[in-house]
């Protein structure tokens, strides 16, 4: 990799490291997709789809609601809906930053049921006015749309990386590091990314830890204690699925979401236990 | 060579511990009979005389037990922390036997390590690296914790 382009983008920091420096035509259809799916998705703009659900009933035409919440709809019974996209307003009311988003538990009264929205296709149907917030799966998503413009079917060199979200094609693997939780000059492990694979990591440290989250947490009476720290997990072709993965690992066990989905994974427990899925492409140093 | 490695690595996975711990007994503000959210200073064995301590903190092992909070729900660790000469000197965590992460079927797991093992990123060769840190204002305020009930 030769050329590398920083910016910073639906919140947070991207980089796309390429062979060749990126022309200037191919980087405008990458801002522009960008744009058009934060103008649908970001809960933080008044002007986008969105925001416009969370103010009145109505029908809305998502872009890509189809794959999204299709895939939403697998990660919310993996987890018996402790990701649910719709969480978002229960978390505003309680104080909460929306940056830490889908986590539910106990059902706090004021969180809908993910069957609440009627869908057909990207066109979505609300009879009350509902916060949607697809951060679990939607930066990975616009990760994949990204690479749908830059690898062009294997043909260049790219690896695109949204805040940990990865993307990388081309012709040779690349080595990445896990970063250690609690120190970033070391590494708990290296995966290969092989052309066509994503791999997202999430760590509690990476949420906003607001004032309101204990309360968020005792609502949580009765859900099992996962104990995660940190996840990362390796989806073939996938970085929207790496990417709700990796959230939902800090809600179900293994055992549940390699049922339902195939990906490759690592997790940091709280008492500093790492767990490894069996055919994991790397090494976590013991 | 092995020895000075594993003393390191034991020394990262309690700063990981402690850390989390601090999330919740900075921030809780119900804690309720069950779940104790505050750490307690309790001085036993090894206790030396205060009045030598080059610092303002008598010495001694300190025991404290801490939840914290993680998205999945709120753990348990107990702490305990040796002063010495006013520092501390040794930090051990015991995490709560609790949860989830605990009964998993081993058939689906590979590898278990029994602690955040790390290399430095300087002795590997990568590309990237993914995830982020926590910042070290945890631990340290944990710390201050610590030290303000050993000068009570």
């Not at chain 1, 616009?142 to 990865?166: F, P, Q, Y």
């Not at chain 1, 694979?197 to 760590?203: N, P, Q």
């Not at chain 2, 309720?32 to 064995?45: E, I, K, L, Q, Y």
Request: with cysteine; charged share 20%; aromatic share 6%.
């Amino acid at each position: 990799m030769t050329a590398a382009w920083a910016f910073d983008a639906i919140g947070t920091r991207w980089q796309i490291d390429t062979a060749h420096p990126l022309a200037p035509q191919i980087r405008d259809r990458i801002s522009a997709e960008i744009e058009r799916f934060d103008r649908t998705w970001s809960r933080f703009r008044p002007d986008s789809v969105v925001s416009r659900m969370a103010e009145r009933p109505g029908t809305y035409v998502l872009e890509h609601a189809d794959v999204l919440f299709g895939f939403y709809d697998d990660l919310v019974e993996a987890t018996n809906g402790a990701v649910n996209p719709l969480v978002g307003q229960a978390l505003s009311e309680l104080g909460y930053d929306a940056t830490y988003s889908l986590i539910q538990s106990g059902r706090p009264a004021s969180v809908p049921e993910w069957a609440v929205l009627e869908r057909s296709g990207d066109t979505v149907t609300t009879r009350e006015p509902v916060s949607v917030d697809v951060g679990a799966a939607g930066k990975g998503l616009l990760v994949d749309l990204v690479a749908s413009v830059l690898c062009d079917g294997g043909k260049h060199t790219a690896t695109i990386d949204a805040g940990g979200d990865m993307y990388h094609c081309g012709t040779t693997p690349i080595q990445v590091a896990l970063e250690h939780p609690a120190d970033a000059t070391r590494a708990i492990g290296v995966v290969t990314l092989e052309p066509e694979d994503a791999l997202c990591g999430s760590a509690t440290n990476r949420r906003a830890w607001g004032d309101g989250l204990h309360h968020v947490l005792d609502a949580r009476t009765g859900r099992p204690t996962a104990d995660v720290v940190a996840t990362w997990v390796l989806v073939p072709q996938s970085c929207m699925i790496a990417d709700g993965l990796a959230t939902a690992h800090f809600f179900a066990p293994p055992e549940a979401l390699l049922e339902v989905f195939h990906h490759e994974f690592v997790r940091v427990h709280a008492d500093g236990t790492v767990t490894w899925s069996p055919d994991l492409p790397g090494e976590v140093f013991r | 060579m092995r020895l000075p490695k594993t003393r390191e690595l034991f020394a990262v996975t309690a700063a990981t511990s402690a850390l989390l711990m601090t999330v919740a007994c900075g921030s809780d503000s119900e804690p309720t009979t069950d779940d104790p959210t505050t750490t307690s200073a309790a001085p036993s064995t090894d206790t030396s005389d205060t009045g030598e301590a080059s610092g303002d903190y008598a010495d001694g092992t300190y025991e404290g037990s801490g939840s914290y909070a993680n998205p999945g729900g709120v753990s348990e660790v107990d702490v305990t922390i040796t002063l010495a000469d006013g520092k501390v000197s040794d930090v051990e965590v015991e995490p709560g036997a609790s949860g989830t992460s605990l009964q998993y079927q081993q058939k689906f797991i590979s590898g278990i390590a029994d602690e955040v093992v790390g290399k430095s990123l300087d002795e590997i060769s990568v590309s990237k690296v993914s995830g982020s840190s926590l910042t070290s204002q945890g631990f340290n305020q944990a710390l201050e914790q610590i030290k303000a009930d050993a000068q009570a």
